[in-house]
């Protein structure tokens, strides 16, 4: 009886999970096909036969250059999130350094501070002066709109921790060094990979600002392309898999956070 009103539960939270999807769907279809209904031309709302050719096309399909572009455009926005990953993984360290040492507090936290409320989207033509419009100034881009988010919010999380444990190693004689490397930072790790995670979607709306003015591939740059032509079902399907990316690189976050840190997720 137990395992029967357990199994029910859990079919009842799955089918309350998917329900929204299933609606937004639903209605989708119902006003796609009004409006072929309409107008068999119509592109504006095109059915999913149309967005899975145009999926197909563009993942299967060469183009007059012999390119695959869904996997070369997916190849160029991935490895300029790559490389902005590792400045803002940089930023975590430097976060945990300017909490735990007083001068670098004083001497960093009002200017980061400043800096993380200038829209850097409102700098981006400054980036394309300074660098170019090659690969510096879009990953200039996501770096200077997220790094300061992540050093803030880490910096933040260090001046919370307890000053007891701190107190502990100390006494006990650590250095400054081993304390930060040894207790601080493996606490302090996972909820700023957490913070990471939660600003993923900022990373890949300043990739798609960066690529959509100035750029010859990538995910952001083949949406603006194919915007020129009114060609919604390619547009959808490349949305779908922004989101589709964005929330495996999630899950596997998620995943790793869970097996790494499972005090964390308690």
């Known amino acids: 009886m137990i395992t029967s009103n357990k199994n029910a539960i859990k079919w009842k939270d799955s089918f309350l999970s998917i329900l929204l999807f299933l609606v937004v769907l639903l209605l989708y279809q119902f006003f796609s096909h009004q409006r072929h209904l309409i107008n068999p031309a119509d592109k504006l709302l095109p059915t999913f036969s149309q967005i899975i050719d145009a999926f197909n096309r563009s993942t299967f399909i060469p183009d007059r250059s012999g390119t695959y572009r869904l996997w070369e455009d997916s190849v160029a926005s991935g490895r300029r999130i790559y490389i902005s ?34 829209p850097a989207l409102a700098i981006l ?23 300061p988010t992540i050093i803030l919010d880490t910096y933040l999380k260090v001046k919370a921790f307890p000053q007891e444990q701190l107190v502990k ?28 995670r939660l600003n993923f979607k900022a990373v890949i709306l300043f990739l798609i600002s960066g690529e959509a003015l100035a750029a010859t591939e990538g995910l952001g740059y083949r949406i603006f392309v194919v915007r020129r032509y009114m060609a919604m079902d390619s547009i959808i399907s490349y949305v779908i898999w922004i989101g589709i990316l964005s929330l495996l690189v999630d899950v596997a976050i998620c ?3 869970k097996k790494s840190y499972s005090w964390y997720n308690k």
């Open 125 to 147: 033509p400054i980036l394309f002066i300074v660098f170019g419009l090659g690969e510096v100034s879009k990953i200039a881009l996501i770096v200077i709109g997220v790094v």
């Open 169 to 196: 190693a100390i006494t006990m004689g650590s250095s400054k060094t081993q304390t930060i490397f040894k207790i601080i930072l493996p606490k302090i790790f996972p909820m700023a990979l957490d913070s990471v």
């Open 255 to 257: 995943f790793w956070l």
């Open 85 to 118: 990953l590792i400045f803002i993984f940089a930023g975590i360290l430097f976060g945990v350094y300017m909490g735990s040492f007083k001068i670098l507090d004083k001497l960093f936290y009002k200017f980061f501070l400043f800096f993380d409320k200038i």
